[in-house]
């Protein structure tokens, strides 16, 4: 249990995602413009896309990307060079700490989901095995699938809710 809860809302995890979005949408602009670095706005568009991409691809709640005012401050955080843009290893030092609230939001969700939800879906089949009607059904289905059942409603529901 334990190294699920650290794979959950490990570091390591992370930054693999972190890394293969940054890598895609680095790789497209290096592609577009065929030069190594990013200046200002084209980072400000490939935020916007690593956002996009965010929120296509991880569950929960959609993610506003962060303001212009707020990319030029942590631009300048993370220009290690200090040549006004932004090189492969500095983008992801950056996509990393601009989205750092992100996944700790997303790893929450996804505690709650697979960890709470079918505990409760015990406790709640517990409670309705002796509800006239509801109860004969609920006797039946093993514990294992009624909890698996619950927590796909959870995570459909959290996921319908964005």
Known sequence: MGQVFNKLRGKEWRHKQVQAI?????????????????????????????????????????FDPPSKDLVKAIMTDCDINLDGEIDRDEFVKFIEQITAETFNVVSQG????????????????????????VGKVVQKLPTSIYASLVTLAVVWVNSDSS
């Open 110 to 133: 996804l505690i709650i989901s697979l960890i709470v939800a079918p505990t409760v879906a015990i406790a709640t089949k517990k409670a309705t095995e002796g509800v006239p009607g």
């Open 22 to 62: 940054c890598d895609r949408v680095f790789d497209r602009f290096k592609i577009q413009t065929g030069r190594a670095n990013l200046t200002f706005e084209e980072l400000y568009i490939a935020v916007l896309l690593v956002y996009n991409d965010i929120n296509k691809r991880l569950p929960g709640p959609h």
